[in-house]
C-alpha cells in the first residue's frame, strides 16, 4: 500500500519559515517599540567615573569599631561554672552509687527479665546451681498464703485444661 498524504487545504508560499523571524522582528519594531529610550547619561559621565568610584572607596575605607556580642571576659566565667558543676555532679553522684551486685538488683526486673526468654537455662540446670542449704534456708512452711492469692495465682498462670484435668 502507498502511504496516501493527507491535504489540509493550507498552503504556505515558498521561503515563508527561512526568513519569517526577520519578517515578524521587523513587523514588531515598526509598530510597537519607541523611537526614543527616554533614558540620558549627563555629559562626560563616563570620563569621570572611575575617578568617582575610586574616591568613594577611599573615603569608605575608615576603620570600624566592631563589638562582640559576647565578650571573652564571660566565656572564661561560663566555663568556670561549668566545669565547678560538673564536678559537683561528679562528686556527689559518686558518693551515692555503690557496687551493683546480684543484692541490689530488684526483685521485679529479675523477673521481667526472665518472663521475657532472656534467660536460657532449663529445670536441670537451674537445680544443678541450687545447694541444699539454700532449699532449707527458704521457710516456706512458715509463710501462709490466703486461699484468694492462690487462686490468683492459678487462673493467671495455669491453662484452664490442667486446672480441669487435675
Same mark, same amino acid.
Given at each position: 500500500?502507498?502511504?496516501?498524504?493527507?491535504?489540509?487545504?493550507?498552503?504556505?508560499?515558498?521561503?515563508?519559515?527561512?526568513? #519569517?523571524?526577520?519578517?515578524?522582528? !521587523?513587523?514588531?519594531? +515598526?509598530?510597537?517599540?519607541?523611537? @526614543?529610550? *527616554? /533614558?540620558? $547619561?549627563?555629559?562626560?559621565?563616563?570620563?569621570?567615573?572611575?575617578?568617582?568610584?575610586?574616591?568613594?572607596?577611599?573615603?569608605?575605607?575608615?576603620?570600624?569599631?566592631?563589638?562582640?556580642? #559576647?565578650?571573652?571576659?564571660?566565656? !572564661?566565667?561560663?566555663? +568556670?561554672?561549668?566545669?565547678?558543676? @560538673?564536678? *559537683? /555532679?561528679? $562528686?556527689?553522684?559518686?558518693?551515692?552509687?555503690?557496687?551493683?551486685?546480684?543484692?541490689?538488683?530488684?526483685?521485679?526486673?529479675?523477673?521481667?527479665?526472665?518472663?521475657?526468654?532472656?534467660?536460657?537455662?532449663?529445670?536441670?540446670?537451674?537445680?544443678?546451681?541450687?545447694?541444699?542449704?539454700?532449699?532449707?534456708?527458704?521457710?516456706?512452711?512458715?509463710?501462709?498464703?490466703?486461699?484468694?492469692?492462690?487462686?490468683?495465682?492459678?487462673?493467671?498462670?495455669?491453662?484452664?485444661?490442667?486446672?480441669?484435668?487435675?
Amino acid at each position: 500500500m502507498k502511504k496516501q498524504k493527507k491535504n489540509t487545504g493550507f498552503i504556505t508560499p515558498e521561503n515563508y519559515f527561512e526568513n #519569517f523571524d526577520a519578517q515578524l522582528l !521587523g513587523k514588531i519594531k +515598526a509598530n510597537n517599540l519607541p523611537k @526614543v529610550t *527616554g /533614558f540620558k $547619561t549627563p555629559e562626560n559621565y563616563f570620563e569621570g567615573l572611575e575617578e568617582n568610584i575610586l574616591k568613594t572607596l577611599k573615603e569608605e575605607e575608615k576603620p570600624t569599631k566592631v563589638i562582640s556580642l #559576647f565578650p571573652k571576659k564571660y566565656f !572564661g566565667y561560663a566555663a +568556670a561554672i561549668a566545669a565547678s558543676l @560538673v564536678i *559537683g /555532679f561528679v $562528686t556527689f553522684n559518686a558518693t551515692n552509687t555503690t557496687n551493683s551486685n546480684l543484692d541490689t538488683l530488684q526483685l521485679a526486673a529479675i523477673d521481667t527479665y526472665i518472663e521475657e526468654g532472656n534467660l536460657n537455662i532449663d529445670l536441670y540446670e537451674l537445680t544443678s546451681y541450687i545447694d541444699d542449704e539454700d532449699i532449707t534456708d527458704l521457710n516456706l512452711k512458715n509463710q501462709q498464703f490466703s486461699e484468694v492469692t492462690l487462686k490468683d495465682y492459678l487462673l493467671e498462670n495455669v491453662d484452664e485444661e490442667t486446672l480441669i484435668t487435675e
